[in-house]
T-cell receptor
Framework: AQKITQTQPGMFVQEKEAVTLDCTYD???????LFWYKQPSSGEMIFLIY??????QNATEGRYSLNFQKARKSANLVISASQLGDSAMYFC??????????????FGKGTRLHILP | DTGVSQDPRHKITKRGQNVTFRCDPI?????LYWYRQTLGQGPEFLTY????????KSRLLSDRFSAERPKGSFSTLEIQRTEQGDSAMYLC????????????FGPGTRLLVL
């Protein structure tokens, strides 16, 4: 079973509109972290936002916010006032906190976001 | 503060050749990770180091792959007897400690095996 599911392979959004990128996750570990990364065509992975499983409030970073619904195991990324430079691949990812030695990030398959002028 | 750097950025090789990639983490980051990303997929974990100790290896890391971090600073990833299926982007990331929130990624090395 997939640990991270991103159901939207691609999205087209008009510039200046808000956009929500969906992500659901699967874990039995009570301690975990959720990430969103942006990957432009240049290839580097750019960290956007992080949410810890015990965080009471939704994470926000500038125009990015993470809509964390723990009971639904959902961690959607919301980008407000989209810009042309937001066009990129977006990955949802999770790190589980099982044991000290198990320190890897598991990525979803990504959503390609196209911002239209 | 410089970010994670990787060298080379691109590599084209013939099947059967050996290749070696280098990763320089952010200064004083004691954790270093290698991931592989194929076209249309998210990155997949290969291995990670805490200082010079290699703590975990994915089953994706066949015996043709070897990674080292001899002095706990830079790391190398070697692929022996390359196969066409090894063609991918190889990403390196670093983080300062286990409880940090973020792994910072380098620009990647894009490998093409002909």
């Amino acid at each position: 079973a997939q640990k991270i599911t991103q159901t939207q392979p691609g999205m087209f959004v008009q510039e200046k509109e808000a956009v929500t990128l969906d992500c659901t996750y699967d874990t039995s570990d009570p301690s975990y972290g959720l990430f969103w990364y942006k990957q432009p065509s240049s290839g580097e992975m750019i960290f956007l936002i992080y949410q810890g499983s015990y965080d009471q409030q939704n994470a926000t970073e500038g125009r990015y916010s993470l809509n964390f619904q723990k009971a639904r195991k959902s961690a959607n990324l919301v980008i407000s006032a989209s810009q042309l430079g937001d066009s990129a691949m977006y990955f949802c990812a999770m790190r589980e906190g099982r044991v000290e030695r198990d320190d890897k990030i598991i990525f979803g398959k990504g959503t390609r976001l196209h911002i239209l002028p | 503060d410089t970010g994670v750097s990787q060298d080379p950025r691109h590599k084209i090789t013939k099947r059967g050749q050996n290749v070696t990639f280098r990763c320089d983490p952010i200064s004083e980051h004691n954790r270093l990770y290698w991931y592989r990303q194929t076209l249309g997929q998210g990155p997949e974990f290969l291995t990670y180091f805490q200082n010079e100790a290699q703590l975990e290896k994915s089953r994706l890391l066949s015996d043709r792959f070897s990674a080292e971090r001899p002095k706990g600073s830079f790391s190398t990833l070697e692929i022996q007897r390359t196969e066409q299926g090894d063609s991918a982007m190889y990403l390196c990331a670093s983080s300062p400690d286990r409880w940090t929130e973020t792994q910072y990624f380098g620009p990647g090395t894009r490998l093409l095996v002909l």
